[in-house]
């Protein structure tokens, strides 16, 4: 597809279960973004893909929270022993390189709801 | 670190009106600023952004933002809004450093702007 493309759109699950959000770049995106959206909270950065760099974990909130980009496009957000202060909208973006003058372009998010 | 506000949660506006959504970043760096658009159970859409030259940046969907250094602000406007405007808005901001640590967005918690018929 032309877009950011995560799956799945929604997911519901019990506190303490694992969850796996998958996000799928533009082709030829060498740059990747995760990020959370929680109400009252706002958008707050988890973590950033570069290339073959080391990634910028500095947004993850907890060692909970961990992900993975293998073969330099796909990405796994992998979230461990959830619970309920987990649930948001999880926002994957890409862009050309990661430069300044290109923009993220965003997927439509993985709705997470944690029982 | 920097930061960003957006002063007003919800903007109520009836169609045809002028909007200003506003915002105010910090930082002791030089920086880069983003208005992003989100509509209903999407993703966010680039409205317009601003890295260096003139002030007065255009969007799109006739939306247009000044940077005002002074006043460390980056107001968002529209003269006449329409319906279909209606969506969250929010401004980010990103650091003018070139390097790898600073390529993540700041964003504000953003603005929900109804348009009233």
């Known amino acids: 597809g032309a877009g950011v493309s995560q799956s799945p759109s929604n997911k519901v699950t019990e506190k303490g279960k694992d969850v796996e959000l998958r996000c799928d770049p533009i082709?030829?995106?060498?740059?990747l973004y995760w990020y959370r959206q929680s109400l009252g909270q706002g958008l707050e950065f988890l973590i950033y893909?570069?290339?073959?760099?080391?990634?910028?974990k500095s947004g993850l909130p907890s060692d909970r929270f961990s992900a993975e980009r293998t073969g330099g496009s796909v990405s796994t957000l992998t979230i461990q022993r959830t619970q309920q202060e987990d649930s948001a909208v999880y926002l994957c973006?890409?862009?050309?390189?990661?430069?300044?003058?290109?923009?993220?372009?965003f997927g439509d998010g993985t709705r997470l709801s944690i029982l | 670190a920097q930061s960003v506000t957006q002063l007003d949660s919800q903007v109520p506006v009836f169609e045809e009106a002028p909007v200003e959504l506003r915002c105010n970043y910090s930082?002791?760096?030089?920086?880069?600023l983003f208005w992003y658009v989100q509509y209903p159970n999407q993703g966010l859409q680039l409205l317009l952004k601003?890295?260096?030259?003139?002030?007065l940046v255009k969007g799109i969907n006739g939306f247009e933002a000044e940077f005002n250094k002074s006043q460390t602000s980056f107001h968002l406007r529209k003269p006449s809004v329409h319906i279909s405007d209606t969506a969250e808005y929010f401004c980010?901001?990103?650091?003018?450093?070139?390097?790898?640590?600073?390529?993540?967005?700041?964003f504000g918690t953003g603005t929900r702007l109804t348009i009233i018929p």
């Open positions: 973006a890409s862009s050309f390189q990661g430069g300044v003058g290109q923009p993220q372009h």
């Open positions: 082709s030829g995106h060498t740059a």
């Open positions: 893909f570069q290339g073959n760099s080391a990634p910028d």
């Open positions: 930082s002791s760096v030089s920086v880069y």
């Open positions: 601003y890295l260096s030259g003139s002030t």
């Open positions: 980010a901001v990103r650091v003018g450093l070139w390097n790898f640590g600073n390529e993540k967005l700041t």
